[in-house]
Each structure stands twice: as C-alpha cells, then as structure tokens.
C-alpha cells in the first residue's frame, strides 16, 4: 500500500527519500489560500507529522482560492476543516491542530517541536514574528505572502550568524510598503494562491530531503499576469 502510494514521489527521489519525509515535522502558520494548500501539499506527499494553526472560520469568501473548503464548512474552524481533509487524504501521518494564534511567547516551545517552519499568513507582524522565532530556535523556514496576480517566497536558514538578511532586511513595515496589506484590501487571484503555497511546499519538501538550491536569504518574486519572475539574491 505505501509503495504504490508514493510510487511517483519514489521514482523522483527514491525510497531512502521518502522515509526522510515520513520522518520528518513541518509546522504552518495559517490554514488559509497558502497555508491550506501547503499543508494539503505535504500531507499527500507524506510528510509524518504537521502542525496547523489558525484562529480563523471559514468564510464565503474564501472559497474563490481555498478550495479545500467547501459552502458547507462556513462558520467552522479552519483548523478543523482542513485537518479532517489531510486525514482523508492520508490516512498515515499525524496532523497537530492549534486553533489560535502563535504568539512570541508560546512561540519558541511550540515550534522547536517541528524541523521546518512555513509562516503561510496575511499578517505583517507574524511574518516578522515568524523570522525572529526561527532564528531564536535554529529552525529553518519560509515567510510568502500574496497579492493580486503577484507572489512573494523567502527562506530562512535558520541560523543566526548565517551573515543572510533577515525578512525585516528586506520587507519595509507595512505601513510604508502596500504590497503588505492583506488580501482583504489588495484582493488575490486563487491561482496566484496555488502558485506560491506549492513553491513554499517545494522549499520544505527540499530541506528535508537534502536536494536542490534553495531560497535562503533570497526573494522569489512571480507576477502571474506578465509571467515575470524575479529572484533577489542567489539561492543556496
């Protein structure tokens, strides 16, 4: 059953890869386009154990990009929601539910607990939060965010002294820069959603295994409607 499972994930990076997936812990800040996507993306791909936080319900309106959720899920907690799909999903890993915000000072505990952070939010300030708390735990992660047609992916190497800017480096606070407003002022296309959360799941399912160049202390940037793709710094 878990041969023919992952037998596609096994042709691409073989059976020793796909025991490191199930061996290994991604936590994501967010069930919403990004976050939901993402941890639906990791699920599938069978990585062992995820953690998903959000104090959110789900909203109509979301529907347009996060299509894990259905009309009937209105008014429920994301968290709930999406969990219920990955188990459907995948019936062999372990799914951690936090119906609620991360905060700093609940932050560092909870999330040493995971090898790889996702930070999937509209939310300004946690971004920054996310960036701080990896660097304080020594956990590896990635920060995007999304607006319109337009995309956003950074990496964090986890490290301190790691000489690489920081997501403050290069993000402005948000008053001063309205790429950072969310999507509720900005508006965001479902395939730019789907887009970014897979580039995010890549950068994960890549730390994990060991392969491919990496966007540490780098900045992808994609514009769905020019088909420009932009990257700031040179990946690891």
Sequence with gaps: MTKNRYSRNIACIGAEGQERLSAASVFVIG?????????????????????????????????????????????????????????????????????????????PALLSQYDYIIDATDNPATKYMTDRLCREIGRPGCIAGVAGWKGQVMCISG???????????????????????????????????????????????KHILGVGRRLAGCVLSIDLLTMRIDLLGAPE
């Design 159 to 205: 490290s301190c002294d790691d000489g690489l800017p920081s997501f403050a480096d290069i993000f402005p606070p948000p008053e001063s820069d309205p790429s950072m407003l969310p999507c509720e002022v900005l508006g965001v296309m479902g395939a730019t959603a789907a887009t970014i959360a897979s580039v995010q799941a890549a950068e994960a399912l």
């Design 31 to 107: 069930c919403g386009a990004l976050g939901g996507q993402v941890a639906m993306l990791l699920a599938g791909a069978g990585v062992g154990r995820i953690g998903i936080a959000d104090f959110d319900t789900v909203d109509v309106s979301n529907l347009q990009r996060q299509l894990f959720f259905a009309e009937a899920d209105a008014g429920q907690p994301k968290v709930s929601r999406i969990a219920e799909r990955m188990r459907a999903l995948n019936s062999g890993i372990r799914v951690d539910e936090y119906r609620r915000m991360i905060r700093p000072a609940d932050g």
